[in-house]
């Protein structure tokens, strides 16, 4: 007899279904392949402040993870962001579509200084040095060289940099004149409060990248929050605050040298890969199909919709696959066909002590549960922790593994427990008095 409460499962079942075959034919959802399988641009960065001026390890790793925010933010999945050595940071950038943009957004360090300019006020878009690079050429200064203009700019001391910030947005006055409002942190406090009050009357230029944006009468004491003014428009006033939240680089960055990267594999080791992987499934099918019989083939068709889920939940995430992401995949694909064989197994003792089709299907789901579960759980454990290591250490392969592995195991404890269940229920219950028969059918 079939349950009114399996036919609703049933039902969600086939919508869930039918919306993953939406994503996964739909041309707004591509699939996004890693360095290693489609290319990309490899981009070295470096410390651009003088020889003698230490770089500490703890700067070099903020920045490495301040750009790897960034580069997620347009759309650039599982990059590589690592340092490399005391002052560099490498990252590869797969399948970009417009390795301008990803050029541009790095290399506008949106290295935020707040100066010390005493009388002068110096004008919007004025480029100038501060201590924390002198005699190193700034990238407006080099714009400047480029245009024919050679003169030395002035250099400054650095009171503040944009490390002591702790949060940006963009607001308006009175007027509608748009102004980014910040806090900041404790120790930027500290700092900004016993220079404003010392300096009363001082001009204190805020400066971003080497370039002026306003200089400012300091007139109050500014512990805790102040604003950055400089005739802006909304897009302007929105793109410093984005660059601000993402993180102020601890130190200025250079772009040293850009590459495009080819894949790795080539086409035909990819149509090689994903011709295994096809003769893998099928084996697997094949087993479950001769070896359970009935049960196979609804253990099989359970499967299939955990391909299609999974790779519908890819492209919606936007989950870059890389050769450890698959590797990921595959390896959850397995536990997929694990929980279905511990399942029948169950139902195929209880049935060789006598007891009744509908019985063995409901105690064979109930007992084998607790293992699905713990090996799943365990598993999910060991993810955590490899993308963990992956994400605070720029091995970003090892995050890739850990994102498809864990999104497979949910999708597997989905399928082999709600989807299987209610296939057997619906098409073994119904059929259970004449199966109960003719137990061939059913792998015994």
Known sequence: ?????????????????????????????PIRLGLDLQGGLQVLLEADVAEDVEVTAEAMDTARQIIDRRVNAIGVTEPLVQVEGARRILIELPGIE????ALSLIQETALLEFVDTGDQALPAGMCIRTDLNEGQPSRCEQEAVDGGTTTEPPTFTTVLTGAGLREATVNTDRLGQYHVSFTLTDEGGQIFGAHTAANQGKHLTIVLDKEVISSPVISAVIEEQGTITGNFTLAEAQQLATQLRFGSLPVPLRIESTRQVGATLGEQSIEASIRAGIIGVIVVLLFMLIYYRLPGVLADTALIIYVLLSFAVFMLLGVTLTLPAITGFLLSTGMAVDANVLVFERIKEEMRKGAHLEDALETGFSRAWNSIRDSNVATLVICAILWAFGRNFGASAVEGFAVTLAIGVFISMFTAILVTRTLVRVILGRAAGRLQERKGLMGI
């Open 1 to 29: 007899m079939i349950r009114r409460r399996d036919l609703y499962w049933l039902f969600v079942i086939i919508l869930i279904v039918a919306g993953a075959i939406w994503v996964v034919t739909s041309p707004r959802f």
């Open 98 to 101: 417009d390795p301008q943009e």
